[in-house]
């Protein structure tokens, strides 16, 4: 399964640090992402890294603020955020692709205050 950690409540122009482990699975993951839903709002993609560290699907909204990075020997990937600003409100999905098949994770809240 992928557990999700760093969530949580910041003020408009901080910084959060979004962690997600994926751990159970007999294969290594090969990409490994992030999306986001806002309330009313369809999900998004917002970063894609592979498992040789090639990052690929910014979102344009994030680009020069977000960074996806991964440890693949810990099946972990992470997302930086900074400059945080209110559109940035969402729940933050982690998601595991292991042999064509897409794995969730159960969410984590980012709320950035105005």
């Known amino acids: 399964h992928l557990v999700e950690s760093g969530g949580g409540l910041v003020p408009a122009g901080g910084s959060l640090r979004l962690s997600c482990r994926a751990s159970?699975?007999?294969?290594?993951?090969?990409?490994m992402a992030w999306y986001r839903q806002a309330p009313g709002k369809p999900r998004d993609l917002v970063a894609r890294?592979?498992?040789?560290?090639?990052?690929?699907d910014y979102l344009d909204a994030v680009k020069g603020r977000f960074t996806i990075s991964r440890d693949t020997p810990r099946d972990t990937v992470s997302l930086q955020m900074n400059s945080l600003n209110a559109e940035d409100t969402a729940v933050y999905y982690c998601?595991?692709?292991?042999?064509?098949?897409?794995?969730w994770g159960q969410g984590t809240q980012v709320t950035v205050s105005s």
């Open positions: 998601t595991a692709n292991i042999r064509g098949y897409a794995w």
């Open positions: 890294i592979t498992s040789s560290g090639r990052i690929s």
């Open positions: 159970g699975f007999t294969s290594r993951p090969d990409s």
